[in-house]
């Protein structure tokens, strides 16, 4: 706190040249879409300068692995004097994912949550269409998948699992 | 405005519950009936874990010891922990671990919910981000109580054993004492007594679906929150602290 406060604020071209740095940032659990493209960072603060993050599971195992790529790309992008910091509130939610990264799940073959899916309906009783073939024949086999953020759906038109964004 | 001193014990409550549950679920890991469910349970021990990493390092922060929420899990004994004693039982098999899932995270989701509302605004953001994730257990549990209640005979028979046998340990999550009446009234913890009749309207709208009666009322047991634990808890904590007390320094 007290280095961020004594640091000279961030300029607009500055704060452009952070966010680009962190746009490269992969997710260490699906590294097709970036830290910024899942909403984990959640901006950059001017003055004190500071980039904000946010977990997306308070349990999330990858959150420490985020931090530390975030501050990789900043060291490395001549912000070593910008501090990390993590919010909690307000909480992360899957409407904080961007379109561009919605396709890179989709072709990833993860299911993204429909845009502002997890402000209506926390269940998701609306269709879910398959990533591979575009079916809307699907089904929940397991709320809990493979990370704490994912669920496991079949699509029963071409019958292959696939993971699907919990929305949240 | 200085800390109300009873903070300090409540997050360690709030921490301990979700510690404890959370390390007992990782004993299902690789041993449960069928992989979406060990998936289903890993899953939700991590939540509770996450959370009361969350819960016991503003817990530390507020006693101002330096003691963050590793050194609260793995260095504190058994006699200063202050979970409730419904997380500590043995998983017993899955349908008593469906039934302790069930209840508590009923009562939690109720929990959580009125404190977002904290005037402890640190306190109110864990909640609000918890509460997402425990609204997910609720839904889990309810649905195996009523797949194991409305199921085969003996699944039905098991599931009302681990109802009775847990019912036992409710009341106790509904306890308040001076220590939470006076947050209470400050507005940072809220009247657990309050929430009583959602959580029963609650378990009796998933009972009734389950087509199963009500749990046998036995006696009721309680003393987590002053430190008077089952034998159960020293047993956990001997598994889950063994590492950092054997190598007080090691890190990965």
């Known amino acids: ?46 003055d004190p300068p500071a980039v904000l993050i946010t977990p997306t599971y308070s349990g999330c195992p990858a959150t420490i692995a985020i931090e530390t790529a975030v501050r990789v790309a900043l060291d490395a992008a001549g912000f070593a004097f910008v501090p990390v910091e993590t919010l909690l509130s307000p909480p992360w939610t899957t409407d904080w994912i961007s379109e561009q990264g919605r396709d890179r799940l989709r072709e990833y073959g993860i299911a993204p949550p429909p845009r502002g899916a997890a402000a209506r309906s926390l269940r998701g009783d609306e269709p879910v269409e398959c990533p591979r073939c575009g079916s809307t024949d699907t089904m929940e086999v397991s709320r809990f998948g493979s990370t704490p953020c994912k669920a496991l759906w079949r ?9 699907r964004f919990k929305c949240h | 405005m200085a800390a109300n001193p009873h903070l300090f014990d409540y997050l360690l409550r709030l921490g301990d519950d979700g510690l404890i549950l959370g390390q007992r679920l990782t004993e299902w890991c690789g041993h449960a009936p069928a992989l979406e469910v060990d998936l289903g349970l890993a899953n939700l021990g991590l939540d509770l874990i996450g959370q009361a990493t969350l819960l016991l390092g503003l817990a530390g922060e507020v006693e101002g010891k330096g003691r963050d929420a590793d050194r609260l899990a793995f260095h504190r004994d058994v006699l200063a ?26 009562a939690r989701h109720a929990l959580l919910e009125g404190l977002t509302a904290s005037a402890e605004p640190r306190l109110a953001e864990i909640a609000a981000k918890a509460v997402k994730e425990v609204r997910y257990h609720v839904d889990l549990a309810a649905d195996w109580v009523i797949r194991l209640g409305d199921g085969t005979g003996e699944s039905r ?12 340990f409710v009341d106790e999550m509904f306890d308040m004492d001076p220590v939470e009446q006076a947050l209470a009234a400050e507005g940072i913890a809220v009247d657990r007594t309050a929430l009583r009749p959602g959580f029963d309207a609650k378990v009796n709208a998933v ?5 199963l009666p009500a749990p046998v009322y036995p006696r009721a047991v309680r003393g987590g929150r002053i430190g008077h634990h089952t034998e159960h808890l020293g047993h956990l904590l001997a598994t889950m602290q063994f590492l950092p007390r054997t190598y007080p320094e090691a890190v990965w």
Do not use: H, K
Request: with cysteine.
């Open chain 2, 81 to 106: 922990y202050r979970n409730c004693l419904l997380v500590e039982q043995p998983n017993g098999d899955f349908a008593q671990t469906i039934a302790r899932q069930f209840l508590f995270s009923t």
């Open chain 2, 207 to 211: 009972l009734t679906e389950a087509t």
């Open chain 1, 1 to 46: 706190m007290t280095v961020a406060a004594a640091a000279t604020p961030l300029d607009a071209a500055a704060e452009g040249r952070i966010m680009a740095a962190l746009a490269a940032v992969p997710d260490p659990e699906i590294p097709v879409i970036s830290v910024v493209d899942l909403g984990i960072v959640r901006g950059v603060r001017a």
């Open chain 1, 155 to 163: 699509c029963r038109s071409c019958l292959e699992p696939f993971d």
């Open chain 2, 157 to 168: 028979r098991r599931m009302i054993e681990g109802l009775d046998w847990f019912w036992r």
